[in-house]
C-alpha cells in the first residue's frame, strides 16, 4: 500500500499518520489470561484476536442471553479455543460519525443532524466517547477528538457546514486512523448518499484501513425519493460490502423517520454484542489477511439466527 498523507484536510483536524503502530501481532510470546480478564486483555494484549459479534433472528432483531459455548469461532476453516467471551454492552464505545455534506445531501442536512444528535444522545454513556466528522471535498473533524460531552457533541454536529464534492473514502481512512489506538469497541457511522467524487485514497485502502483499525462499520444510505429510479449505485454497494466486511451494517432513508429507525436499530444492536477474543493455533495459510468465521449453535433456531462480524484480519498492519 502506497503512503498516504492527508494534505486534503484544511485546519480543523487534528489527525496525525506519524504515531501509528507498524503490525498488529508480535513475535514473542504471550501468556494466556484466564477467562475473566477479558477487559485488561483487550487492552495489553496485542497477540489475541478480538472478535466483535452480532447475532439477529429471522425479523433482525438482535439475540442477546447466548454463552460461549453456543459459539463456533474458525480461522482459515480450522476451528479455534475461544480464551475471552463477554457480552459488551459494559465495554466502552468509542464512536466515528461521519456525515456526508457534500451539495448532493444538503436539502437533508438539517435533519440528519437531528437525527444524528438524538441518537448521541441515546447511546452515549459517560464511559463512551464519540468524534463527529463531516466530508465534502475535504474531511473536517469538528470536535476535535474524541469527547463525551454532550454539548461538545451537539456543538460538533451544528458546526458543519455544506461543501461541493464528496471525499467519501478519505473520510473512512481518517476516521479509521484516529479509531484505531482507541480501546474497547470502536465503531464508524457513515451519513452519506454513497457516492465519492474526489478522495486521494480508494476503496480498498480505506476498507484495509478499517479493517486494520477493527472497526464496525454502519452505513445509512441517504436516497432521495425523487432521485432514486436513476440513482448511480456503485457508491452504495461499496458501503454494503464495506458494512459486511467489518461486521455491520446498512440501512437505506428516504425520510427522518427511517434516519431515526436506522440510529435505533444501530444503538439496539451496539447493546446487545459479544466478544470472542482467541489465541491462532497454528496456521496452514501464508497470506497476511486470515479469514474468521463465527456460528451459532445449541439453541432453537441457531440455523436461522444471522451470525456478523468481521470478515478476518491483518497479520501485520500497514506502514503510514
Do not use: C, W
Amino acid at each position: 500500500m502506497r503512503k498516504f498523507i492527508p494534505t486534503l484536510l484544511l485546519g480543523l483536524l487534528p489527525l496525525s499518520v506519524s504515531g501509528l503502530q507498524g503490525q498488529q501481532t508480535s513475535s514473542a510470546p504471550a501468556q494466556k489470561p484466564s477467562e475473566s480478564q477479558s477487559s485488561t486483555t483487550l487492552k495489553v494484549d496485542v497477540n489475541l484476536v478480538n472478535v466483535f459479534v452480532t447475532v439477529t433472528d429471522t425479523k433482525g432483531s438482535p439475540v442477546g442471553g447466548l454463552t460461549k459455548d453456543n459459539f463456533i469461532l474458525e480461522e482459515d476453516g480450522q476451528q479455534q479455543k475461544i480464551s475471552v467471551f463477554d457480552k459488551e454492552s459494559a465495554v466502552p464505545l468509542s464512536i466515528a460519525l461521519a456525515i456526508d455534506t457534500s451539495l448532493s445531501t444538503r436539502r437533508d442536512l438539517p435533519l440528519e443532524q437531528a437525527s444524528a444528535k438524538h441518537f448521541v444522545h441515546t447511546i452515549l454513556r459517560p464511559v463512551d466517547a464519540i468524534s463527529v466528522y463531516a466530508f465534502s471535498e475535504v474531511v473536517q473533524e469538528t470536535t476535535h477528538g474524541y469527547v463525551s460531552d454532550l454539548k461538545h457533541v451537539d456543538d460538533g454536529i451544528d458546526h458543519i457546514r455544506v461543501g461541493a464534492a464528496t471525499a467519501l473514502y478519505d473520510a473512512v481512512y481518517l476516521a479509521s486512523r484516529s479509531l484505531d489506538h482507541r480501546k474497547g469497541r470502536k465503531v464508524m457511522v457513515l451519513i452519506t448518499d454513497g457516492g465519492d467524487t474526489i478522495s486521494k485514497v480508494d476503496y480498498k485502502e480505506a476498507l484495509r484501513a478499517a479493517e486494520e483499525a477493527e472497526a464496525i462499520v454502519y452505513s445509512i444510505i441517504i436516497v432521495p425519493i425523487e432521485s432514486s429510479a436513476g440513482r448511480e449505485t456503485g457508491g452504495e454497494h461499496a458501503l454494503i460490502q464495506l458494512s459486511e466486511d467489518t461486521g455491520g451494517k446498512y440501512y437505506y432513508a428516504t425520510s427522518i423517520g427511517q434516519l431515526d429507525e436506522a440510529f435505533r436499530k444501530i444503538s439496539d444492536e451496539l447493546r446487545t454484542q459479544y466478544l470472542l477474543a482467541y489465541y491462532p493455533s497454528q496456521r496452514t495459510s501464508f497470506s497476511e489477511f486470515r479469514r474468521i468465521e463465527v456460528k451459532v449453535t445449541g439453541v432453537p433456531d441457531a440455523s436461522a439466527y444471522h451470525v456478523r462480524h468481521r470478515a478476518g484480519y491483518y497479520t501485520v498492519k500497514s506502514e503510514f
